[in-house]
């Protein structure tokens, strides 16, 4: 087995297309599991596409996260999109012929006491309503359930039918089906911004050049404030770090995805573990943390356990750097073609605990590799998925909030539909992007 199988994703020479195509119907920016995923749907469709990417395929966030794909404890809001896209998963691999590594083990949330046990119970009406196979399970139901644990949780709410793929895996082989289906996929491509003609889209400008194109998808992750930003579209958007490690192969203790306050674990394809902080989310505060703080206030709230304020060197990155550039200029977005923050010690030291004293066939299973990844929110915690009207062709997918990897084909999915006027099939007036604006309470149904 490669060492460092997952930061290969991204620890690598970014490649350069050789030419770029003058013009398409479509163009994505962003080669996250949103961005391959719409390419992929539309190229389905005979859609002309073209995929903007400025480092690599899922070399930020898609590529670094837990590999949860799981309906269990989504908002109302986006779980509609979610049902749609474990029908997606499922057939996946058969459908673009490649391994993403998918397997339905079912997802545990495990509660510490009585108290997190009702919690979770409050959700089992949402899980009626949308017909899922969620059930609240016993102390001794839990035992049985992860038998390798010496935990002594109270109860967990466990959804059988939900399951876990490989992020290394997913989002390059999804980019790979899209470009056998027709579409365009260029790395070290960064778009630098939209090119506008009578009002409306009419195509981006790259760092290679302009590709003419009648609708435009940014979904950046991440970047994707900064880039409405320099259109005068401010976007609610603030950032967190999360560290994530992978054991080497060790003994088989569990087949499906385990979360409580201390700990996040499922089990890999390789015969290790994926497993992260339960409840460790560090914000670098930045100028936005200011811009943005009324309309976080509710998540900060909500979740003041959990996040972790750091300040530093992000700050003055992000005080320092330009709101507009020319379009003949090199952009903020290939001054940093990847976000590859450093792991948290903090996090790393207090997860290699918790593991051993959850998991104790686990305490001396060395961690293969760890590394971290930037995850966007929004105030409420769920995407902005909208057109806008001020520039008539351009759509904004981003704010998924670390729900994005399960959620992606799903996504993807709809926002072709979006893009290309057909019925989405789902109610996407919850994810508009007006909802931070016009004076609707900004309501919290679920966390980072």
Not at 117 to 144: I, P, Y
Not at 351 to 357: A, I, K, Q, S, T
């Amino acid at each position: 087995m490669p060492e460092n199988i997952v930061k290969a994703t991204w620890e690598r020479p970014v490649e350069s297309p050789d030419s770029i195509p003058g013009a398409a119907d479509v163009v994505v920016i962003g080669g996250g599991i949103v961005g391959v995923s719409t390419a992929w749907f539309l190229a389905r469709e005979g859609v002309s596409v073209v995929l903007c990417e400025k480092g690599h395929i899922a070399g930020e966030q898609s590529g670094r996260n837990w590999g949860w794909v799981r309906k269990q404890g989504r908002d109302v809001r986006e779980l509609p999109i979610m049902i749609e896209s474990m029908a997606i998963w499922r057939d996946l691999a058969r459908d673009i012929g490649a391994d993403v590594g998918f397997a339905e083990g079912g997802c545990l949330f495990a509660a510490a006491d009585q108290r997190e046990l009702a919690s979770f119970e409050r959700w089992l009406n949402t899980a009626k309503e949308f017909g899922l196979d969620t059930r609240l399970l016993g102390a001794q139901e839990v035992r049985q359930q992860v038998p390798g644990s010496a935990a002594n949780w109270a109860g967990g709410l466990l959804t059988p039918s939900d399951g876990r793929a490989e992020p290394h895996l997913a989002a390059p082989a999804i980019a790979r089906a899209a470009a056998s289906a027709g579409a365009e996929v260029l790395t070290g491509c960064a778009v630098r911004g939209l090119d506008i003609e009578a009002g409306r889209v009419a195509g981006v400008v790259t760092e290679h050049g302009r590709i003419r194109a009648g609708s435009v998808l940014c979904a950046a992750g991440a970047w994707t404030s900064t880039f409405c930003r320099s259109l005068d579209v401010p976007l609610p958007q603030l950032k967190v770090r999360g560290t994530v490690a992978r054991t080497a192969p060790a003994a088989d203790i569990l087949d499906g995805n385990v979360f409580d306050a201390r700990i996040g674990i499922r089990k890999r394809q390789d015969g290790g573990y994926t497993v992260a902080p339960g409840a460790i989310l560090d914000h670098p505060v930045t100028p936005s943390s200011f811009r943005w703080f009324l309309k976080f206030l509710p998540a900060v709230i909500e979740q003041r356990d959990i996040v972790k304020l750091s300040f530093g060197k992000p700050f003055f990155e992000e005080l320092l750097a330009p709101r507009r550039w020319s379009m003949d200029e090199v952009s903020p977005f290939e001054q940093t073609r990847v976000l590859n923050p450093e792991p948290g010690r903090r996090s790393l030291k207090a997860l290699r605990r918790d593991l051993g004293e959850l998991f104790p066939a686990l305490a001396d299973v060395a961690f293969s590799e760890a590394w971290a990844g930037i995850i966007e929110s929004t105030p409420d915690v769920i995407p902005v998925i909208d057109g806008f009207d001020d520039y008539p062709g351009f759509y904004v997918a981003t704010g998924f909030s670390g729900h994005g990897f399960g959620i992606g084909p799903g996504a993807g999915k709809v926002i072709a539909a979006l893009i290309s006027g057909k019925e989405t099939g789902v109610d996407l007036e919850p994810l508009r992007y007006s909802r931070f604006f016009d004076g609707s309470p900004i309501e919290l149904d679920a966390t980072i």
